[in-house]
T-cell receptor, first 111, second 114 residues
């Protein structure tokens, strides 16, 4: 698993790009995920990337994976106030039964 | 709406008491996961069930237990409650037991122990 770390807080101005970073320790991680938790709600999958990929883009979201450094990032372009939430990085391995989540990064978008 | 239902949404109880949290997974999902979210420890995996059988265990205290019933709903039992058990407890479900599938989370049950 099992050690997934994120910085706790990030503030950006509306319209700027946000970059949320995550580091993990398990080199056998094969799937890496970004989940979003809005206030008062459960977590919702935003995007995921397989470990054999370097980058994945999905509209305003860009995921970058540096497998050598075990570093994952989520870039949100043109950040909006509705993007304010807690973002969790998570990882798992093929055949594993569980996702291991980071501590979450609270993104605050300033109007 | 994720399709995962958790009850109760809020629960306030006293130290030493016992509570039961309930989760109904999405229709068709065989796997149920329980997570604890507290301010100082982030999201901690507690336990997973797949089609009625325990599949994986995380940082679950001996005072806590869970089960998954034949209709696939699950219950998390917390006993001899302590102040530190105050947290948001999430249930999630997925179609399969493996980690490659998306987890669908309920809105959580907020437990306050006084």
């Amino acid at each position: 698993g099992e050690d997934v770390e994120q910085s706790l807080f990030l503030s950006v101005r509306e319209g700027d790009s946000s970059v949320i970073n995550c580091t993990y320790t398990d080199s056998s991680s094969t799937y890496l995920y970004w989940y979003k938790q809005e206030p008062g709600a459960g977590l919702q999958l935003l995007t995921y990337i397989f470990s054999n990929m370097d980058m994945k883009q999905d509209q305003r979201l860009t995921v970058l994976l540096n497998k050598k450094d075990k570093h994952l990032s989520l870039r949100i372009a043109d950040t909006q106030t509705g993007d304010s939430a807690i973002y969790f990085c998570a990882e798992t391995q093929t055949g594993a039964n569980n996702l291991f989540f980071g501590t979450g990064t609270r993104l605050t978008v300033i109007p | 709406d994720s399709g995962v239902t958790q009850t109760p949404k809020h629960l306030i109880t006293a130290t030493g008491q016992r509570v039961t949290l309930r989760c109904s997974p999405r229709s068709g999902d065989l796997s149920v996961y329980w997570y604890q979210q507290s301010l100082d420890q982030g999201l901690q995996f507690l336990i997973q069930y797949y089609n009625g059988e325990e599949r994986a265990k995380g940082n679950i205290l001996e005072r806590f237990s869970a089960q998954q019933f034949p209709d696939l709903h699950s219950e998390l039992n917390l006993s001899s409650l302590e102040l530190g058990d105050s947290a948001l407890y999430f249930c999630a479900s997925s179609v399969q037991g493996g980690g490659t599938g998306e987890l669908f989370f309920g809105e959580g049950s907020r437990l306050t122990v006084l």
